[in-house]
C-alpha cells in the first residue's frame, strides 16, 4: 500500500509474556500429563458477579426491549444516575468528586490509553516496573519516556527526590501492579507538590484502590491540591469483577488548566468525538455495584481473595523472602530466592511445584530478578500451592 504508518509502533516491544508463559506451561503439560498445575500468574478476577449486580443488568435489559422504557445512544460522558453514584462512592470514603468531573468509560485501559491525545509532546515520567500500558501508549505517540527506578531499597515505590523534571506527565499507580507497593499519605503528598512544583500532570491510576484495608490513600484526591494537578482512572474490574463487563470513570477536575485551556473539556470534547458510551444495562450494574448493598458483596469477594493472599504472604515472610504487597494489594511480588532471573525462578516453580507465576521481568527491566504472584485463585488452589512452596524453598 502507498500509505504511511505510524512510525512509532516500530519502538514498541511485541509483549510475549503471557504467550510465552502459555507455551512454557502446556509443553511441560504435554510432557507431564499428570502434574496438577496451580496456576497464580492470574491477573484476571475469577469470581462472578455479584447477584444483585446481574439482576440490574438482566432488568436493563428487559427496558430495553419495552417501548417506553428503551434507550437508544447514551450520552458520551455517562449516564447522571452512574455519575452520581461514583460521586457518592467517593463520598462515603471521604473524598469529594463531583459528578460533572466524572467520565464513564469501559475500563481503565481505554482511557489510560487515549488520555495522550488531549496531552503534546511532553517528558513522561512512568515507575518501572509497573503495568505496561502507560509505556506502550506513550510510545505509540512518540513521547519521551523516562523511567523512575523500583527497587528494593524504596520498596518499589519510587519518589520525585533528585528527579529532573521540568514539567511533564507523572503515572502513578497505587497499589501497583505488579508490585502491590501502595503510596501512604505522606509519599502521595510528595508527589502531589512535586506536580505542583514542576508544573506537571499526574495520570493517577486506582485501578486497585478497594484492595486498601489500612490507613492508606484511596484515591488522590485524597491529597491537598490534587485536583490542581491530576487526573484519576479508575475501573470497576476488579473491585466487582467487571472484566469481561467492561466500566470504569475518569476524573478530570474543571480546576485542572493548562494556561486558559481547561483539560476537563479538551477531554470531553476527545471523548464526545471518539466514543459513544457504554451500554446502559452496563452503566445499571455499574451502578448496582457500587451502591451500598452492592459494594458489600463486592467486598466480600475482595475479602476472599485477600485471605489467598494472606496464606501467601504469610509464607513469604515464614521463609525469610523480600516481597511487597500482599497486604493491601491482591499481587504479591517477591525477589527470587538465591539471585535466580524472573525466568529461572518460573522454570524451577513449574519444574519443582508445578506452580504458574509471572516473571517480574515482563513488566520493566526493574523487575528483573523479581517475581508476581496472584491471589486470584481459589482458596483450595492457592492453600495446595502453598503447602508446595513450603516444601520447595
Ligand atoms: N490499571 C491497572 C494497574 C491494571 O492492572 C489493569 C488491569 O489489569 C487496568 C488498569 C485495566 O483495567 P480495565 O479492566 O478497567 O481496563
Request: proline share 4%.
Amino acid at each position: 500500500m502507498n500509505i504511511k504508518i505510524n512510525e512509532n509502533f516500530k519502538n514498541i516491544k511485541e509483549s510475549y509474556l503471557f504467550s510465552d508463559i502459555a507455551k512454557k506451561v502446556k509443553a511441560y503439560q504435554e510432557a507431564h500429563k499428570d502434574a496438577k498445575v496451580i496456576r497464580l500468574g492470574i491477573g484476571d478476577v475469577t469470581l462472578p458477579l455479584p447477584k444483585i449486580v446481574s439482576d440490574a443488568m438482566v432488568k436493563a435489559a428487559h427496558e430495553m426491549s419495552v417501548k417506553e422504557t428503551f434507550r437508544g445512544y447514551p450520552p458520551e460522558y455517562g449516564y447522571d444516575f452512574l455519575k452520581d453514584a461514583v460521586s457518592d462512592y467517593y463520598k462515603r470514603n471521604g473524598i469529594e468528586v463531583l459528578s460533572g468531573d466524572i467520565f464513564i468509560s469501559d475500563g481503565a485501559k481505554s482511557d489510560l490509553g487515549n488520555i495522550v491525545d488531549i496531552l503534546g509532546d511532553n517528558d513522561i515520567y512512568i515507575p518501572d516496573p509497573v503495568y505496561p500500558v502507560y509505556v506502550d501508549s506513550n510510545l505509540m505517540s512518540g513521547r519521551k519516556i523516562h523511567l523512575i527506578n523500583g527497587c528494593k531499597e524504596n520498596n518499589f515505590l519510587p519518589m520525585p527526590d533528585g528527579l529532573d523534571c521540568n514539567g511533564g506527565v507523572i503515572y502513578l499507580c497505587s497499589p501497583n501492579n505488579p508490585t502491590g507497593a501502595l503510596y501512604n499519605f505522606e509519599e502521595l503528598t510528595a508527589w502531589v507538590n512535586f506536580a505542583l512544583k514542576t508544573g506537571s500532570l499526574i495520570i493517577y491510576d486506582s485501578a486497585y484502590e478497594a484492595f486498601i484495608n489500612g490507613d492508606y490513600p484511596r484515591s488522590i484526591y485524597a491529597i491537598e491540591g490534587a485536583k490542581e494537578c491530576a487526573i484519576e482512572i479508575n475501573s470497576l474490574s476488579k473491585v466487582a469483577g467487571f472484566t469481561g463487563t467492561r466500566c470504569g470513570w475518569t476524573v478530570v477536575p474543571k480546576s485542572l488548566m493548562v494556561g486558559d485551556v481547561s483539560l476537563n473539556k479538551l477531554w470531553s470534547r476527545r471523548q464526545a468525538t471518539k466514543f459513544n458510551g457504554v451500554s446502559y444495562p452496563v452503566q445499571r450494574a455499574a451502578e448496582a455495584a457500587l451502591s451500598v448493598e452492592g459494594m458489600a458483596e463486592c467486598k466480600k469477594n475482595i475479602e476472599y481473595y485477600m485471605e489467598n493472599a494472606k496464606m501467601l504472604s504469610e509464607l513469604f515472610k515464614e521463609k525469610n523472602i523480600y516481597f511487597t504487597g500482599g497486604i493491601n494489594s491482591p499481587y504479591i511480588w517477591l525477589k527470587c530466592p538465591n539471585n535466580m532471573s524472573s525466568w529461572e525462578f518460573f522454570d524451577y516453580l513449574l519444574e519443582k511445584a508445578n506452580i504458574v507465576g509471572t516473571p517480574g521481568a515482563g513488566f520493566g527491566a526493574a523487575g528483573e530478578g523479581y517475581f508476581r504472584i496472584t491471589s486470584f485463585g481459589t482458596h483450595e488452589a492457592t492453600k495446595e500451592a502453598v503447602e508446595r512452596l513450603r516444601k520447595l524453598l
